[in-house]
Protein backbone atom coordinates (compact mmCIF):
# COMPACT_ATOMS: atom_id res chain seq x y z
CA UNK A 1 0.00 0.00 0.00
CA UNK A 2 1.37 3.49 -1.05
CA UNK A 3 -0.13 6.71 0.03
CA UNK A 4 0.45 10.03 -1.17
CA UNK A 5 0.54 12.73 1.67
CA UNK A 6 -1.09 14.82 -0.62
CA UNK A 7 -4.08 12.78 -0.63
CA UNK A 8 -3.75 12.75 3.47
CA UNK A 9 -6.75 14.43 5.00
CA UNK A 10 -5.97 13.55 8.90
CA UNK A 11 -3.17 10.91 10.55
CA UNK A 12 -2.83 10.80 14.65
CA UNK A 13 -1.95 8.68 16.74
CA UNK A 14 -4.30 7.11 18.78
CA UNK A 15 -5.32 3.93 21.26
CA UNK A 16 -7.32 1.62 20.76
CA UNK A 17 -9.39 -1.75 21.97
CA UNK A 18 -8.52 -4.30 19.64
CA UNK A 19 -6.66 -7.47 20.34
CA UNK A 20 -4.37 -9.67 18.99
CA UNK A 21 -2.92 -9.06 15.13
CA UNK A 22 -3.51 -9.42 12.02
CA UNK A 23 -5.52 -7.43 8.94
CA UNK A 24 -8.77 -6.63 9.90
CA UNK A 25 -12.09 -4.41 8.55
CA UNK A 26 -13.63 -1.81 10.88
CA UNK A 27 -16.49 0.20 10.61
CA UNK A 28 -14.65 2.76 12.48
CA UNK A 29 -11.34 3.10 11.70
CA UNK A 30 -11.80 0.99 7.61
CA UNK A 31 -8.47 -1.57 6.92
CA UNK A 32 -6.51 -2.10 10.13
CA UNK A 33 -3.35 -3.44 10.38
CA UNK A 34 -2.74 -4.70 13.68
CA UNK A 35 0.22 -6.01 15.44
CA UNK A 36 0.55 -6.82 19.20
CA UNK A 37 -0.74 -3.35 21.43
CA UNK A 38 -3.22 -1.08 21.05
CA UNK A 39 -1.53 2.40 19.92
CA UNK A 40 -1.08 2.83 15.71
CA UNK A 41 -1.47 5.63 13.15
CA UNK A 42 -5.28 6.38 12.15
CA UNK A 43 -4.85 7.60 8.73
CA UNK A 44 -7.99 9.39 6.87
CA UNK A 45 -8.03 10.19 3.06
CA UNK A 46 -9.48 13.15 1.39
CA UNK A 47 -11.89 10.25 -0.44
CA UNK A 48 -13.05 9.00 2.64
CA UNK A 49 -10.93 6.26 2.99
CA UNK A 50 -9.77 4.75 6.38
CA UNK A 51 -6.68 3.02 7.89
CA UNK A 52 -5.07 2.51 10.87
CA UNK A 53 -1.38 0.84 11.20
CA UNK A 54 -0.46 -0.50 14.68
CA UNK A 55 3.11 0.00 16.16
CA UNK A 56 4.78 -0.59 19.15
CA UNK A 57 7.15 1.88 18.43
CA UNK A 58 4.60 5.01 18.99
CA UNK A 59 7.26 7.36 20.08
CA UNK A 60 9.28 6.87 16.89
CA UNK A 61 6.12 6.35 14.89
CA UNK A 62 4.99 9.88 15.97
CA UNK A 63 8.14 11.82 15.13
CA UNK A 64 8.48 10.64 11.53
CA UNK A 65 4.48 11.43 10.93
CA UNK A 66 5.66 14.80 12.40
CA UNK A 67 8.74 15.31 9.87
CA UNK A 68 5.97 13.95 7.22
CA UNK A 69 3.30 15.89 8.41
CA UNK A 70 4.38 19.02 10.62
CA UNK A 71 0.29 20.35 9.90
CA UNK A 72 -1.37 17.55 11.25
Known sequence: MIIN?????????IT???????IRLSLKHG??????????????LKN???YL???QKKKELSG???KILPDM
Not at 5 to 13: F, G, N, P, Q, V
Not at 16 to 22: A, E, K, Q, S, W
Open 31 to 44: TVYNVKGNTGLAII
Open 64 to 66: VIK
Open 5 to 13: TKDIEKAEM
Open 48 to 50: GSK
Open 16 to 22: YGFVGYG
Open 53 to 55: IGT
